[in-house]
């Protein structure tokens, strides 16, 4: 098995024995159990991809179970719903329970895993199949483009779903603002500087809750005009000393895909900067973030695919953030523990 390099942390804390679950998030069903038969190891071999891999957080594993996506077995199945103590007390029509299963590593509760492990070992004898939406799962697997250097996986956006607003209320736009506020209270507790755009920078210090002088009257940055017009207009910058750590677009009512071009453009002007890029928004909006992110236009980018600079965080995974002790002690890689890659 092979994880991102952001996941190393994560993945010093499993031990020989342990197992992992395997699932599939587009069509949300269990699929497989493996047990982990060595410490976590760095390789860079090409495994997973055959051109610059980057799964390098790498653990030998034994497959208990593996099975076809007709045999996964659907988390909202009732049997599975009403027993795993992660979905039991939320609607099934609501993405409310998914914190378990945003990011990879996470620990889940032994009573779960056993749970799960002993339904899948049945599933793996019994065979049942279930009807699953063949569309979604193969937007999910994504097309590839093969290049000259690399395979690269896409999607094509359906474009009236991707470039519509939302309507815009006045309260709606307050919860953007709250939102920007956040982020910028998480970064300035960190110890970073804060860039909040002109237009949007009264409403936003008006939600804010951890008071300083950290908000940047002008930006510390010798850039062309074209770089700092770009640069200045997201909606939230943390900076270490002269150079940008972390750029934040909020996606709260308006075209995802207006965010995410606004990032891409910025890595088309500056192809060398080393700057970790977030599309923030509601739980409702996941799966629009992530066919953005994988348009051909964004993926086929010189530098390599935005998917590999760019995550998506929630409003939920942002607040839970936003709630952990200690947090002036940490560092900001752990925004990368809450964040959602696009695979």
């Known amino acids: 098995m092979g994880f991102r390099r952001r996941h190393l942390a994560a993945a010093q804390r499993v031990a020989v024995g342990d197992k992992m679950l395997c699932y599939l998030t587009d069509v949300s069903r269990w699929f497989g159990v493996l047990r982990v038969v060595s410490s976590a190891f760095i390789d860079d071999a090409a495994i997973f991809l055959p051109e610059e891999d980057p799964f390098v957080v790498r653990f030998r594993v034994e497959p208990l179970v593996l099975l076809d996506v007709v045999q996964a077995l659907p988390i909202h199945e009732d049997e599975i719903w009403s027993t795993l103590s992660f979905t039991r007390d939320h609607n099934p029509q609501s993405s409310t329970w998914t914190g378990k299963l945003r990011t990879s590593l996470v620990s889940i509760d032994e009573q779960d895993g056993q749970f799960l492990e002993q339904l899948l070992l049945k599933q793996l004898v019994s065979g049942k199949t279930y009807d699953y939406d063949v569309e979604r799962y193969a937007k999910s697997t994504g097309l590839v483009i093969r290049r000259a250097d690399r395979d690269v996986s896409v999607t094509v956006p359906d474009e009236l779903e991707s470039t519509q607003d939302e309507p815009v209320e006045r309260e709606a736009a307050r919860e ?168």
């Open 176 to 343: 953007s603002h709250r939102i920007q506020a956040l982020i910028a209270d998480i970064g300035a507790r960190m110890g970073m500087s804060i860039w909040i755009p002109r237009v949007d920078r009264g409403a936003v210090e008006r939600e804010r809750r951890y008071r300083s002088n950290d908000v940047l009257d002008r930006l510390p940055l010798n850039y062309d005009d074209a770089t700092l017009g770009t640069i200045e207009n997201i909606d939230v910058l943390w900076l270490k000393g002269r150079a940008i750590a972390r750029a934040f677009e909020v996606e709260h009512t308006t075209a995802i895909y207006s965010g995410v071009l606004r990032m891409a453009d910025l890595l088309a002007l500056q192809p060398n900067m080393d700057i970790r890029l977030h599309i923030v928004a509601p739980l409702s909006r996941r799966a629009k973030v992530f066919t953005e992110i994988k348009r051909p236009v964004f993926s086929l980018l010189e530098r390599g695919p935005l998917a590999e600079s760019c995550t998506y965080l929630s409003y939920e995974r942002l607040r839970e953030l936003a709630g952990l002790r200690h947090l002036e002690h940490m560092g900001d890689s752990v925004l990368d523990e809450y964040a959602e890659e696009v695979e």
